[in-house]
């Protein structure tokens, strides 16, 4: 018998920009627009411009209701955009060096070096993001000490 999947409870969200948000929607109605226009002069360019509107209007969905990054017990998943998610388990991590210049390094246990781009977070979060991190990351080394 198959066992039950556990629910994960996010413990805590880290939000994006509200004014990249404003910029990615302003752009999607700019391109919405100038699709429903192209269409409304039976200008065949219509169905070319539509592709990118819709897969915009997608992402500008996806980017809405997703939070930039989310803690969970074990791990922390970054949703930077549709096309780029990444989970990274405490359990892997030896230190977190810095969040400068957009980006979040990394040392992995194994001596591994990797960065992550944060960019679209709010200012406010950045410090946020970084003290609990460091925080998940201590808790999950007592425990593998023990």
Do not use: C
């Not at 990249?20 to 070319?48: A, D, E, H, Q, R």
């Not at 803690?71 to 955009?81: A, I, V």
């Amino acid at each position: 018998m198959k066992k039950p999947e556990k629910d994960e409870i996010p413990l805590v969200n880290i939000e994006r920009n509200p004014l990249l948000l404003l910029l990615w929607i302003v752009l999607n109605v700019g391109i919405v627009l100038l699709t429903y226009s192209l269409f409304k002069g039976m200008n065949p360019w219509g169905f070319i411009v539509m592709i990118p509107a819709v897969i915009m209007s997608f992402l500008t969905l996806w980017l809405l209701l997703n939070p930039f990054a989310i803690f969970f017990e074990d791990k922390l998943e970054l949703k930077q955009s549709f096309f780029n998610n990444s989970t990274l388990y405490f359990i892997d991590v030896k230190k977190v060096i810095d969040v400068k210049n957009g980006r979040l390094k990394i040392i992995y246990n194994d001596d591994d070096k990797a960065d992550f781009i944060i960019y679209g977070i709010k200012t406010s979060h950045k410090a946020v993001l970084k003290s609990h991190l460091e925080s998940f990351v201590s808790e999950s080394i007592q425990k593998r000490d023990k």
